[in-house]
């Protein structure tokens, strides 16, 4: 059998999708579709709610970025699947799956050095809080955003750079619903051994070090909150840290479960699930988590009902 070629000059891939039953396309179409929409909707009105009461601005800097990041996440994925799903060829071209996987791991990772930020905002808050303005001020927040980025598109730049010098041959059929790593990596028919000791490496640098300092910052809070005397007052401490950790373990939860095995007990069913958690569901929850248990954030959501029918 002759075996093609598919590297640069490929036509590009065929995005199996989210299930190979066809019955299943339009309800998963109306499921994503509307997970989406309340993902988007939920988000910006977080943003809004944060830039309408200037109170807000500093003390949730690194959640109106985050609902940034996690639209640009989220579009990057789903408006694509959602094409597919009504599609018969599902195709993404060569070039659009190099691209497509270039900003789901910029922007993912990005989500990821937020969340340490935002980790190490609440480590500020609660064991020095007389010097959380002078510590955590706009200067700071901004260049804490600014390395994030910096950090995460590098780390993506490597990853779509040693992925173009792959060779992919016979097969281009990717068991998955868009262009993520490791269904890639299976397609290739070039020794990507090498290829993926590099990654592994740079990855376990750019994913585990944030994760490391969440860790880092809750032991410290845990430790300065059990020596508050009263049961309100850890309560209190406590209470503030409870949507970040649901988000974080959420994020974490589903990213470790995919990313952090070897190639070869990789499982294209359970990987799609999973990978669905992080990329579509928990953007979508955050809004829910943090204005739920947030007074400042439901004040801001006043507010902002406020000007609207104002």
Known sequence: MEIKNYSSSASGF?????????????????????????????????????????????????????????????????????????????????????????????????????????AIDRLVAICDPFHYDVVMNLRCCLLMLLGSCTISHLHSLLWVLLMSCLSFCASHIIKHFFCDTQPVLKLSCSDTSSSQIVVMTETLAVIVTPFLCILFSYMRIIITVLRIPSAAGKWKAFSTCSSHLSVVALFYGSVIYVYFRPLSMYSVVKDRVATVMFTVVTPMLNPFIYSLRNKDMKRGLGKLRDKIHS
């Open 14 to 118: 065929i995005l199996l999708g989210l299930s190979s039953n066809p019955q299943l396309e339009k309800p998963l179409f109306a499921v994503f579709l509307t997970m989406y929409l309340v993902m988007v909707v939920g988000n910006v009105l977080i943003i809004l709610a944060i830039h309408s009461d200037s109170r807000l601005h500093t003390p949730m800097f690194f959640l109106s970025n985050l609902s940034f990041i996690d639209i640009c996440f989220v579009t990057v994925i789903v408006p694509k699947t959602l094409v597919n799903l009504l599609s018969e060829t599902k195709t993404i071209s060569y070039v659009g799956c190099l691209v497509q996987m270039y900003f789901f791991m910029a922007f993912g990772n990005t989500d990821s050095y937020l969340l340490a930020s935002m």
